[in-house]
């Protein structure tokens, strides 16, 4: 069975070139959103992990932060995990993060596409044990 993935960047080529990479790997069925709105409005659509950038409001100037969509998606649905990928890399927007129940934070650098690949390993992993608890 394939894991939905939705991708929520303000950043359209970004968001590109992460859809094509999680495609490529195959196993995946992807979903991209330019703001945390749009994701919450097709929260129906069941995703198994989302991705969200941190700033979202380069193209709808009061869009909802990642934050401010994180808590949200939570408020609808505590089980979907949420990662929080963002070019910034102080230590107390990462901690934040963690405090609002992001699963956890990448910080978008040559490598954030291998460690989202090896966080998502590990959050599938953990669900499938789940199961058989």
Excluded: W
Aim: with cysteine; aromatic share 8%.
């Amino acid at each position: 069975m394939k894991t939905k993935i939705f991708l929520i960047d303000d950043e359209p080529i970004l968001l590109k070139l992460l859809q094509i990479q999680f495609l490529e790997l195959g196993g995946f069925i992807v979903e991209t959103f330019t703001t945390g709105e749009h994701c919450i409005d097709n929260l129906s659509d069941n995703p198994d992990i989302i991705i969200s950038d941190y700033y979202m409001n380069s193209i709808v100037k009061d869009a909802m932060n990642g934050l401010e969509t994180l808590d949200k998606i939570k408020s609808i649905n505590t089980a979907i995990p949420v990662i929080i990928l963002s070019s910034q890399s102080k230590i107390d927007v990462a901690v934040n993060c963690m405090h609002h129940k992001a699963v956890d934070y990448v910080v978008k650098n040559e490598f954030a596409f291998l460690r989202l690949q090896k966080i998502i390993k590990n959050i599938l992993s953990y669900q499938k044990k789940q199961q058989f608890k």
